[in-house]
């Protein structure tokens, strides 16, 4: 048991994801139920929750979630009651119930607060365009990360609240808001350094720099990070993104749209299987705005198809930027 909580720690620093995480976290359960540990049981249902998001499965996610949900309440322990709710909220997220992800994180901070659940807060925020509700937790994400301890008493956990940061601002540049912090955010995925700790590159940051440097159009280095990426190019980095979704949209940046093609199509088909529609609809807006950039054949009646698609999931899911980012690029493109 020890052994495997190690691993499993060890699995979620280098950020380990895939099938075999989870079938790993399956055997990790199973001991610790054999064992009679609760609170093992409890570290194992969480972190196999995450890794069903991450491979796409939201129904097995659920089931871990509320298996962690009545583990806690029998423990009695106020943060395993507060990471339960911030699982839950981000499950909630990734199939575009807002309303209850909303609800789930304000719980969870009500608890105790808590560096992801402000980011999530913040997310829920800018993907709906409620930019004045967004810009405190915005500014309480900023704080609460300047006030982490140095890098020598944070070691990994510094470098996932990078992550946080950095994909929190990265759906803000996406949804048409530009954070105070963004310079900041920048410099650190460019210099992968912050308060004396070397950033280690992996997929949660990874995917938000490709947002950044498409967003500042920046191609330098581009062709590395999608590169890293391909062999995590089915995997969802939750609630935010699919990451051959943004493997495609950095391929377009750099026109090499037959790879871009090919990602996107990909992503829409693990986005459809997994119910996570708010991704679906930006893959598909992003999809729809290659085919428009590179004009071949019929892309342009394509990218109308795929532009279709996503304004009626975005519409329905009251996802605003996305709306008018759609109505603008068929305004400006004449899609």
């Known amino acids: 048991l020890r052994i495997m909580i190690n691993s499993n720690e060890v699995d979620l620093t280098t950020q380990q994801y895939g099938v075999e995480a989870v079938e790993k976290g399956q055997r990790y359960i199973e001991i610790a139920k054999q064992a009679g540990?609760?609170?093992a049981e409890a570290e194992a249902q969480i972190q196999t929750t995450w890794n069903a998001m991450y491979v796409g499965d939201p129904d097995a996610a659920r089931a871990h979630a509320q298996r962690h949900s009545v583990l806690a309440e029998e423990l009695r322990l106020r943060s395993l009651r507060r990471v339960g709710l911030g699982v839950s909220s981000?499950?909630?997220q990734s199939l575009g119930n807002f309303a209850e992800a909303k609800r789930l994180a304000e719980?969870?901070?009500e608890i105790e607060g808590d560096f992801q659940l402000v980011g999530r807060l913040a997310n829920v925020e800018l993907e709906l365009g409620n930019f004045e509700a967004a810009e405190p937790w915005l500014e309480r994400l900023e704080t609460a990360f300047h006030e982490m301890p140095?890098?020598?008493e944070a070691g990994a956990v510094a470098g996932q609240s990078v992550a946080v940061l950095a994909r929190t601002c990265a759906r803000a540049l996406r949804c048409g808001l530009t954070p105070e912090f963004t310079d900041e955010a920048r410099r650190i995925m460019d210099e992968r350094t912050w308060n004396g700790l070397t950033i280690p590159e992996n997929p949660n940051l990874q995917v938000a720099h490709i947002v950044f440097k498409v967003h500042f159009d920046d191609k330098e280095g581009l062709r590395e990070i999608v590169d890293a990426l391909t062999p995590h190019r089915n995997?969802?980095?939750?609630?935010?993104?699919h990451v051959g979704h943004l493997m495609g949209l950095a391929c377009s940046h750099l026109a090499d749209y037959a790879a871009a093609e090919s990602l996107?199509?990909?992503?829409?088909e693990d986005c459809t299987k997994?119910?996570?529609?708010?991704e679906l609809a930006w893959t598909l807006a992003d999809y729809a705005e290659m085919r428009l950039e590179r004009g071949e054949g019929d892309d342009r009646e394509r990218a109308w198809e795929l532009q279709s698609q996503a304004l009626e999931i975005a519409s329905e899911l009251g996802m605003q930027p996305l709306v008018k980012r759609i109505v603008a690029t068929r305004e400006h493109r004449g899609a």
């Open 37 to 39: 540990n609760r609170l």
């Open 235 to 241: 995997i969802f980095i939750a609630p935010f993104a």
């Open 90 to 92: 981000s499950i909630a």
């Open 264 to 268: 996107f199509d990909e992503a829409v």
């Open 274 to 278: 997994a119910g996570y529609r708010p």
């Open 150 to 152: 140095g890098a020598q």
């Open 107 to 109: 719980e969870g901070i």
